[in-house]
């Protein structure tokens, strides 16, 4: 399952496909939504007070694959699908694809910025949507082959993509730079996963390990052996 997190509890969407409307029951005391296989289920302080299978209000998701879910700063939910972003405002979703600006139909990552800039990471890169316009970067920009799988901030506003198959990669507003194994000592080119500490570390998770970087992106250190377990003495 896929969940997405804010102060009113858990909100999911998920497991590998979702089927049925996407229409919130506006009877329900603190609603959580949940994915329940061939259909998606609302649960509420009663327990589950709907199977929700009947035609939307407004919006189906259909069958589409959910990839991500994030909620950003105002409480929408962002659903990355392989057919574009819907975002749920409480009331109804509405879907963006690249009709609209998406720069990729595939999404892989959703995160806000402090900002409030949402950025979306799919198969040919990553879209920004800030003042209610989505701007696509791609190859053309100076984002390598492969897209962008995950997305996070430092305390300059800069954004740190990571990359399956060249690294990783910052954007300070202006322009790409690429960090990767031959140049700047990353333990592996393909970055599954990026974290910034308070401290403007980047911690790097890649097929190959984990390289730290440091507020200047200049590696720390490489850890790239994991804990094992100790075999008994008999």
């Given at each position: 399952?896929?969940?997405a997190l804010d102060?009113?509890?858990?909100?999911?969407w998920g497991g590998n496909s979702f089927f049925g409307a996407s229409d919130v029951p506006y009877d329900l005391v603190n609603p959580t939504l949940v994915s329940a296989g061939s259909g998606?289920?609302?649960?509420?302080?009663?327990?589950i007070r709907l199977l929700i299978n009947?035609?939307?209000?407004?919006?189906?998701?259909?069958?589409?694959?959910?990839?991500?879910?994030?909620?950003?700063?105002?409480?929408?939910?962002w659903v990355g699908t392989d057919f574009g972003v819907s975002v749920f405002d409480g009331a109804i979703f509405t879907t963006y694809?690249?009709?609209?600006?998406?720069?990729?139909?595939?999404?892989k990552y959703i995160s806000q910025a402090a900002n409030g800039d949402v950025w979306l990471g799919d198969y040919s890169g990553a879209t920004k949507y800030s003042s209610s316009t989505?701007?696509?970067y791609g190859t053309g920009d100076g984002l390598p082959f492969g897209g962008v799988d995950y997305i996070d901030f430092d305390s300059n506003g800069d954004v740190y993509l990571a990359n399956g198959l060249f690294g990783f990669i910052k954007y300070d507003g202006t322009g790409f730079t690429t960090y990767d194994l031959a140049n700047d000592g990353l333990v592996n080119n393909s970055v599954r996963s990026?974290?910034?500490?308070?401290?403007?570390?980047?911690?790097?998770g890649t097929a190959g390990g984990i390289s730290v970087f440091n507020s200047s992106n200049i590696l720390v250190t490489n850890h790239t052996i994991m804990v094992g377990i100790t075999p008994p003495d008999t």
């Open positions: 399952h896929s969940c102060d009113t509890g858990v909100r999911c998606t289920c609302a649960l509420d302080d009663n327990g009947n035609s939307p209000k407004s919006f189906s998701l259909g069958i589409y694959q959910i990839i991500w879910t994030a909620v950003d700063n105002s409480g929408n939910i694809t690249t009709a609209d600006g998406l720069g990729n139909d595939r999404i989505f701007t696509a990026i974290t910034i500490d308070a401290a403007d570390n980047k911690w790097v």
